[in-house]
Nanobody, 121 residues
Framework: QVQLVESGGGLVQAGGSLRLSCAAS????????MGWFRQAPGKERELVGY?????YYADSVKDRFTISRDNAKNTVYLQMNSLKPEDTAVYYC?????????????????WGQGTQVTVSS
């Protein structure tokens, strides 16, 4: 069992930056693929990006967001720069021991509780 706890959300003006953290329990963190998703009110949960053997980003965040991980700290990060109002959502981190279906929420076994990010115009 893996427990995930996100932190770092908040209110920021457009053009600003935030860094989200996701701390994971367990001794096999380094073997997990980690994803970041977000869900805005009235919308489906969507992939922001993931880090596995490689890193992938959705087109909407490419060149603005960066995912990284520190296996010694069992933590994955989402650095968000040049934030836009349309980035406003609850952000979730997720983990899986598999390397497939990483673009879908159904590909992940463990989820954090989410952290709110609000970008004001």
């Amino acid at each position: 069992q893996v427990q995930l706890v996100e932190s770092g959300g908040g209110l920021v003006q457009a053009g600003g930056s935030l860094r989200l953290s996701c701390a994971a329990s367990g001794r096999t963190f380094s073997t997990y693929a980690m994803g970041w998703f977000r869900q805005a009110p009235g919308k489906e949960r969507e992939l922001v990006g993931y880090i596995s053997l490689s890193t992938y980003y959705a087109d909407s965040v490419k060149d603005r967001f960066t995912i990284s991980r520190d296996n010694a700290k069992n933590t994955v990060y989402l650095q968000m720069n040049s934030l836009k109002p349309e980035d406003t959502a609850v952000y979730y981190c997720a983990a899986t021991g598999r390397r497939t279906f990483l673009m879908s929420p159904r590909g992940y076994d463990y989820w954090g509780q989410g952290t709110q990010v609000t970008v004001s115009s």
